[in-house]
Every structure is written in C-alpha cells, then in structure tokens.
C-alpha cells in the first residue's frame, strides 16, 4: 500500500488523537473553572427573638435545621423555603413574609453544610445542585407530613438561586409538590454554558472557542462535570434530564440587571421546561433583588401563584392587582 493511502486512512486517527487531547485539557481548565465561581452575595440575615427552630432528620443520618413559621389563623397550604448558597433559613421571611401574611405556612430550612444544618465530611457545596440538596428536600418533605396539621396540606416550593434550581428540580421528582416559584434559579447546564461564553478565554483564544461547533461545546461541558462529580464525590443533578418530568405551574422571576443569572438564562430554562409564559423579568433589578425593586407586586404574584395553585382560586376570584402580565 503506498504512503497516501497510509496518510489517507492514518488521518481520521490523528484528528481523532488531537481531539481526545484537546477535550482533556479543556475539562481540566473548564473544571477549575466551574468548580471556584465565586460566591453570588447572599441576602443576610439573623434569629429573629421568639422564634422556635426545627430540626429535621435525613435518611442518610444528618440534621437540618429550620424554622416552621404558622400563620394566625389554619393555614390554607404550606410552602418549602430553600435558602440561596450561604444563605441561611432565617431568610425565609425576608422574600415570603407575604405568603404568611396571606395564611400559608411557610417551612425554611437550611442544606447540609450551610447555615445552622449539621455538615457532611468531605463536601463543599458550590452552585451546582447535587443529590444531596434533593436529599435535603425530601427529608424535610417526609418531616412536614408527619407533623399534625401539616399533613394533609397542599405542599409548594420557593427557592431563592441556588435554591431555585433545588426547587425545580425536587418538583420534578417529589409529586407532592404541587407548585413552584422561583427567584433567580438556573439549571446547571444554562449557567456553564453561559460562563463558558463569558471566560472562554481561560481555556482557548476566542477565535478558536466560537469556531467549535455546539455540539463539541457542550459534550466536552458534559465530559467536565463528569470529572467534577468524580473528584467532587457527588452527582449532579440537571433540569436536562428531569424537563420531561416537570408538568408543575412555575412562576421564574428575575432581575434585568442580574449578571450573574441573566434574563437570557432564565428564559432559557423557561424554554427547557415549556414555560416560558411563566417567567417575570423585574426591571433594574439585580440577582436577587426583584423584591427589592418590586416589593408590592413581587408579593402580590407569590401569593396568588400559590393561591391559584395549591388552593384552586379561580382567576375570577383573585384581586385585579394579582393577576400582572407574565413576561
């Protein structure tokens, strides 16, 4: 056989080789990368005088603790807080006052390893939800029904970022949850491949990054947070893989200003799980902060997203000023 041949059938081995090097020192940079983002700013918060915590046991042996706040009167349903990264519970309050005021109870708890919950040895959480944050959530699922006058209410979940994406996806696998709210939440895939689009550059010039093709961008993101999982000793949990699950009413809020969890990220995630009517984009708002830019209209669409779907408020029922355009 002459030597073309041999280069003819030799270069799909080469291309193949170099490939196989290239995806290998990618993952390597890409997972520094993912794994040091710094923190987003939590919202802070301390004890309030006068209130009783809860603690929570989960089934692989750890101790959440919470706060069960109850409203004056019978609560009508009850609502699962999950805290943003390094938040803590006692900022349950701080975004659904509103939902106690309208007679909800609200349960707030904090994921292992943050706040005041007890820590597992050898995790760090990061901003990638895990099977243990699902872990969390039904552990403290499996503690409200047990709890006299709490088990036969109708179950919501809102979460705050890290904790929004907690929140969709324990809807999508734990079918006593009935409805969703989310502020600031991402799935993991939407926020890499936007940080990836941002810092590309970390791990090749830019004229070679928007010359790969999509596909090749994303497997090699997925061979990353592989190898993450693998030095990380967790998994992963994606919206990808729950969407066809996912048929709870969502409401995604977000703020135009956010430049951590852009607009375009919430959309994107709206689009994933066919919602994309559910989401609400506060104008100058920053990650976070919608309610503090929207406060009386961010809680008049909390409580009655909940109203409508945990309690089955007709539309005609609820107040002109709650029934705001989605967008």
Same mark, same amino acid.
Request: hydrophobic fraction near 40%; proline fraction near 6%; aromatic fraction near 12%.
């Given at each position: 056989?002459?030597?073309?041949?041999?280069?003819?059938?030799?270069?799909?081995?080469?291309?193949?080789?170099?490939?196989?090097?290239?995806?290998?020192?990618?993952?390597?940079?890409?997972?520094?990368?993912?794994?040091?983002?710094?923190?987003?700013?939590?919202?802070?918060?301390?004890?309030?005088?006068?209130?009783?915590?809860?603690?929570?046991?989960?089934?692989?042996?750890?101790?959440?603790? %919470?706060?069960?706040?109850?409203?004056?009167?019978?609560?009508?349903?009850?609502?699962?807080?999950?805290?943003?990264?390094?938040?803590?519970?006692?900022?349950?309050?701080?975004?659904?006052?509103?939902?106690?005021?309208?007679?909800?109870?609200?349960?707030?708890?904090?994921?292992?390893?943050?706040?005041?919950?007890?820590?597992?040895?050898?995790?760090?959480?990061?901003?990638?939800?895990?099977?243990?944050?699902?872990?969390?959530?039904?552990?403290?699922?499996?503690?409200?029904?047990?709890?006299?006058?709490?088990?036969?209410?109708?179950?919501?979940?809102? %979460?705050?970022?890290?904790?929004?994406?907690?929140?969709?996806?324990?809807?999508?696998?734990?079918?006593?949850?009935?409805?969703?709210?989310?502020?600031?939440?991402?799935?993991?895939?939407?926020?890499?491949?936007?940080?990836?689009?941002?810092?590309?550059?970390?791990?090749?010039?830019?004229?070679?990054?928007?010359?790969?093709?999509?596909?090749?961008?994303?497997?090699?993101?997925?061979?990353?947070?592989?190898?993450?999982?693998?030095?990380?000793?967790?998994?992963?949990?994606?919206?990808?893989?729950?969407?066809?699950?996912?048929?709870?009413?969502?409401?995604?809020?977000? %703020?135009?200003?956010?430049?951590?969890?852009?607009?375009?990220?919430?959309?994107?995630?709206?689009?994933?799980?066919?919602?994309?009517?559910?989401?609400?984009?506060?104008?100058?708002?920053?990650?976070?902060?919608?309610?503090?830019?929207?406060?009386?209209?961010?809680?008049?669409?909390?409580?009655?997203?909940?109203?409508?779907?945990?309690?089955?408020?007709?539309?005609?029922?609820?107040?002109?000023?709650?029934?705001?355009?989605?967008?």
């Amino acid at each position: 056989m002459s030597a073309y041949y041999w280069i003819v059938l030799s270069l799909p081995a080469l291309l193949l080789a170099i490939d196989f090097g290239y995806r290998q020192f990618a993952t390597r940079r890409i997972q520094t990368i993912i794994e040091n983002v710094p923190t987003f700013a939590a919202v802070p918060a301390s004890a309030p005088s006068g209130r009783d915590v809860v603690r929570i046991p989960t089934k692989d042996g750890l101790t959440l603790e %919470g706060c069960l706040h109850l409203p004056t009167g019978e609560p009508q349903g009850i609502i699962l807080f999950c805290p943003e990264l390094n938040g803590n519970h006692w900022t349950g309050l701080t975004y659904g006052q509103a939902l106690l005021d309208a007679g909800f109870a609200v349960l707030a708890f904090d994921f292992r390893n943050q706040g005041y919950s007890e820590h597992q040895s050898g995790y760090q959480p990061i901003h990638w939800v895990t099977e243990f944050e699902l872990t969390d959530i039904e552990g403290v699922l499996a503690w409200a029904q047990q709890q006299e006058g709490l088990e036969s209410l109708p179950v919501g979940i809102f %979460g705050v970022s890290r904790g929004g994406s907690a929140a969709l996806l324990a809807a999508a696998r734990f079918p006593q949850i009935q409805a969703v709210v989310t502020d600031s939440g991402y799935g993991t895939m939407a926020m890499i491949q936007h940080f990836m689009t941002k810092f590309s550059r970390y791990v090749v010039p830019d004229w070679f990054f928007h010359r790969l093709p999509r596909w090749h961008v994303v497997w090699v993101l997925w061979q990353t947070l592989a190898r993450s999982e693998r030095s990380r000793n967790c998994s992963y949990v994606h919206l990808e893989h729950a969407a066809r699950q996912f048929d709870r009413p969502v409401l995604m809020i977000s %703020g135009s200003r956010d430049s951590y969890v852009t607009p375009r990220v919430t959309r994107e995630v709206a689009r994933l799980l066919s919602c994309e009517d559910s989401v609400w984009i506060v104008e100058n708002a920053k990650h976070n902060k919608p309610r503090v830019k929207a406060k009386d209209e961010y809680d008049d669409r909390l409580v009655q997203h909940f109203r409508k779907h945990l309690c089955n408020v007709p539309d005609a029922e609820l107040r002109p000023q709650d029934s705001f355009r989605v967008a």
